[in-house]
């Protein structure tokens, strides 16, 4: 099972489709998430592989196509199809704060940092659209009850 489906080689508008979905792209327009997907590629990892590693620069944003992985560590999760990290260090390229492994055989849609930031700089509507998004995740942050 993929969430990309039975595709091999996905188009820009099947990235763009997958992005739309996702929260920190969800206001982005859909020609401007075109222009992301364009450069996403596929990475595959085999079981116990480790992704990203906590401490390292933060180089690419990840999201699950298919198979798991395990957030290694305190919070020991499980990803699933769906899921995806890294999109903090996208924005800030501060370390990483967790590792993350192939739990099972992992397919992932990669957008690697450096291209995307240059696209920013060519289309600031993108990080506009990004900084209200995340602008809402602190004003929700704020109105949750403090226990």
Request: charged letters at 25%.
């Given at each position: 099972?993929?969430?990309?489906?039975?595709?091999?080689?996905?188009?820009?508008?099947?990235?763009?489709?997958?992005?739309?979905?996702?929260?920190?792209?969800?206001?982005?327009?859909?020609?401007?998430?075109?222009?992301?997907?364009?450069?996403?590629?596929?990475?595959?990892?085999?079981?116990?592989?480790?992704?990203?590693?906590?401490?390292?620069?933060?180089?690419?944003?990840?999201?699950?196509?298919?198979g798991r992985a395990k957030v290694v560590g305190?919070?020991?999760?499980?990803?699933?199809?769906?899921?995806?990290?890294?999109?903090?260090?996208?924005?800030?390229?501060?370390?990483?704060?967790?590792?993350?492994?192939?739990?099972?055989?992992?397919?992932?849609?990669?957008?690697?940092?450096?291209?995307?930031?240059?696209?920013?700089?060519?289309?600031?509507?993108?990080?506009m659209s990004i900084m209200a998004e995340l602008?809402?995740?602190?004003r929700s942050l704020e109105r949750r009850p403090?226990?």
């Open positions: 099972q993929s969430l990309l489906g039975p595709r091999t080689r996905p188009t820009a508008s099947d990235w763009a489709e997958v992005l739309a979905g996702l929260p920190l792209f969800a206001r982005v327009s859909k020609r401007r998430l075109r222009k992301i997907a364009s450069l996403a590629q596929i990475q595959r990892f085999s079981p116990g592989d480790i992704v990203v590693q906590f401490g390292e620069p933060a180089d690419a944003f990840y999201l699950i196509l298919a305190k919070s020991r999760r499980t990803l699933g199809i769906g899921d995806y990290f890294g999109e903090m260090g996208l924005i800030d390229g501060e370390p990483r704060s967790a590792t993350i492994a192939a739990g099972a055989e992992l397919e992932t849609m990669k957008l690697a940092r450096r291209p995307f930031l240059k696209l920013l700089e060519q289309e600031p509507q993108i990080a602008a809402g995740r602190i403090i226990l």
